[in-house]
């Protein structure tokens, strides 16, 4: 009797997997798959003191049964939306408008705030796609670099103490990085994020370039102090160094969440599991949220020409 079960099982077995098979060789329609609407994808970071800059891009679904080119250029910023920007704590309201690089910002002649412990709200329609909305609390920033001490280069890499007090009454959080300014050397290229280019800088000019390494996100209790060491390879090949940069910003929880999401993503290897980039704009995909900066910085005394 158990002979005669396990001849069955194994021919059912056998069948399905041929099913299954058969099934696999099959051609899948575009009709057959989950139908995704085209929708809006904001992206804002707001801070005190820094101008405000919305990117908004009109997204596709990816098809299914398609490769994308590596270099295929998918980018499509809206020129034609309504983005309107709300200080939920005033009630003031300000429409942003698209500048040369397509960036919605402030009209020229008009002036909005950006302040700590204040609520904003962000609106962006579209008569083609659904309206995405976000909010953002921007930290109050009650906290001081205490102590910064720059290590100089040790072991290829630029590196620096940083003592850090949160002066708040609650616990709060905090990304710091080591930033670099230099001279780039003919020939060079540079990423240009608003614009999603390369530049490639000439023999006729030069300018100076930003670039940081590795930040770090830290949690102090309420009105402790902390000690973090931060560091920056250091770049032999570029002409000059300018300035090295310290920057610490108290960030809100939507900051964090989406950095994180984006470093868990497991970079560009094609094995990786794919992981879901954090968004907090309903109706819509993108980042809404604030920080607020404390930077220090260090000018470097240069090795060979001047900044242009």
């Not at 800059?53 to 270099?71: D, F, G, I």
């Not at 960036?103 to 909005?112: H, N, T, W």
């Not at 994180?260 to 094609?270: A, F, N, R, Y």
């Amino acid at each position: 009797m158990k002979r005669f079960s396990l001849r069955i099982f194994l021919i059912i077995s056998l069948l399905t997997v041929l099913s299954c098979d058969d099934w696999l060789d099959r051609p899948v329609s575009i009709s057959d798959l989950p139908q995704y609407s085209p929708k809006l994808l904001v992206y804002s970071f707001i801070s005190p003191d820094e101008p405000i800059q919305v990117h908004v891009e009109r997204v596709e679904p990816l098809l299914y049964n398609s490769a994308k080119p590596a270099n295929a250029d998918s980018v499509q910023l809206l020129s034609d939306a309504h983005v309107l920007l709300t200080d939920e704590y005033t009630g003031h309201s300000i429409a942003l408008q698209p500048d040369a690089l397509g960036l919605y910002v402030v009209p020229e002649g008009k002036q909005f705030e950006v302040l700590p412990g204040h609520g904003y709200a962000l609106q962006v329609s579209h008569a083609e796609l659904p309206t995405a909305t976000a909010r953002t609390v921007v930290p109050l920033g009650s906290f001081a670099l205490a102590e910064v001490v720059l290590m100089g280069v040790a072991n290829q890499q630029w590196s620096c103490n940083v003592a850090v007090d949160n002066g708040s009454s609650s616990q709060s959080t905090f990304y710091a990085f080591l930033g670099e300014s230099y001279l780039l050397n003919p020939g060079d290229s540079v990423w240009d994020a608003k614009l999603r280019t390369y530049h490639h800088v000439d023999t006729a000019y030069r300018r100076l370039h930003w670039r940081d390494f590795e930040g770090q996100y830290i949690t102090i209790p309420a009105s402790q102090r902390m000690m973090l060491r931060l560091s920056l390879p250091a770049r032999a090949s570029v002409d000059a160094h300018d300035t090295l940069l310290v920057c610490v910003r108290e960030v809100d929880r939507v900051y964090e969440r989406y950095h994180t999401s984006l470093d868990q993503g497991g970079g560009q290897s094609v094995s990786a599991e794919p992981q879901r980039v954090y968004s907090n704009v309903e109706q819509g995909l993108g980042v809404f949220c604030s920080y607020v900066s404390r930077p220090r910085r260090f000018s470097m005394p240069a090795m060979g020409g001047n900044p242009a």
